[in-house]
């Protein structure tokens, strides 16, 4: 899955259902360049999750709005629910293992399960 470029015009729409990770990320910031590679795996191993990134710089509302006091930060939601923060550079393992139970919580998949059940 590709990485979404967020905004305040789609953030809510994008985190909205599902599980969701956002990496809130400046230009200029070296450690967000170092995480930046491991946001890109994570969404390649993850297509069913919305991957998304928001520029502090251009989207301070919406840095504001989740108090990203420091950067690289990043929030894993549920449903449009922050449910994990991470601040500063973390290994993949630690956002992988972080992703399993947010999309464990949240259910089967109803068109899966719809299907099974006309079969």
């Not at 990496?23 to 969404?43: N, R, S, Y």
């Not at 922050?82 to 259910?107: C, L, S, T, W």
């Amino acid at each position: 899955m590709d990485i979404k470029h967020l905004t305040k015009a789609d953030f809510n729409d994008a985190i909205a259902s599902g599980t969701s990770l956002v990496d809130f990320w400046a230009g200029w910031c070296m450690p967000c360049k170092m995480l930046a590679p491991v946001i890109e795996e994570l969404a390649g191993e993850h297509a069913d999750i919305t991957v998304g990134k928001v520029d502090v710089d251009a989207e301070g509302e919406l840095a504001m709005q989740f108090g990203v006091m420091s950067i690289p930060t990043v929030v894993l939601f549920q449903d449009g629910k922050e449910v994990r923060r991470f601040v500063g550079v973390q290994p993949k393992n630690v956002y992988a293992d972080a992703i399993a139970p947010a999309q464990a919580d949240a259910g089967p998949d109803p068109e899966t399960v719809n299907r099974a059940e006309a079969e």
